[in-house]
């Protein structure tokens, strides 16, 4: 099994059906999903290695999805579309695209795109992922924490919200901006979750929990002292 996770983003079943059959095949973890705002809560939720997006979708097209999802994150995106003209192609680059495949196209031709993309994004630089602050390490390919040369065992969210915070030092973040990046934008919880999560965090981390620090009226940083 290859250490990938990608999202295939198309709202025709049988393309989906099609493209994750040969994926699965060459060892990847696939998920799906059906739009663009289908795909936002799923990137939050599992933060794949690469979107596989089409152009042509309802509700919210790959355009829009890539221009959302370029906010937050910085996951690698591979276009696919039946439109082979020049400026869709030039479109969806500027849009932080970092391929353009059209339709039709040969399995062996999208896999080798695949594997040239993930090269370039994790190999070249494969300790692009791990994060060194303070006492911690975090890895976020192999999800997880080491603090002061421990490991820290956490759930999904508190890796979430320590991950957040972490790589964004000194940044501010409310409530429901750490609400719609960890546990995505269809979020149902409340303000009381996060500080929840959080007051469980700094316990786990025991006299390392002070380096987050709640900023009065309005959320949460990582300050290291």
């Known amino acids: ?39 936002l809560a799923k990137v939050y939720k599992m933060q794949p290695h690469l979107c596989i997006v089409d152009v042509m979708m309802p509700y919210m097209d790959g355009f829009a999805f890539a221009k959302e999802m370029k906010r937050t994150t910085n996951i690698p995106l591979l276009f696919l579309s039946a439109k082979g003209e020049e400026w869709d192609k030039i479109e969806g680059l500027k849009l932080g695209g970092d391929d353009y495949v059209v339709k039709p196209f040969m399995p062996g031709e999208l896999l080798a795109r695949i594997e040239s993309v993930l090269r370039r994004t994790y190999q070249q630089n494969t300790t692009s992922h791990i994060l060194r602050i ?32 972490a ?11 750490l609400l719609e990046l960890v546990w995505g934008d269809q979020h149902q919880s409340t303000d009381r979750t996060v500080d929840t999560h959080i007051k469980t965090l700094r316990l786990k981390m025991g006299e390392s929990g002070d380096l987050i620090e709640t900023v009065w009226g309005i959320g949460y940083k990582f300050e290291v002292k």
């Open 167 to 177: 790589k964004n030092a000194g940044r501010v973040y409310t409530r429901e901006q």
């Open 1 to 39: 099994m290859k250490p990938y996770s990608i999202l295939i983003i198309d709202d025709e079943p049988q393309m989906r059906k099609l493209i994750r059959t040969f994926l699965e095949r060459d060892g990847y973890t696939v998920e799906e999903a059906t739009d663009g705002v289908d795909a």
């Open 134 to 165: 303070g006492p911690l390490v975090i890895d976020h390919m192999a999800h997880t924490v080491q603090l002061n040369n421990q490991p820290l065992s956490l759930t999904l969210k508190e890796f979430g919200i320590l991950e957040t915070l």
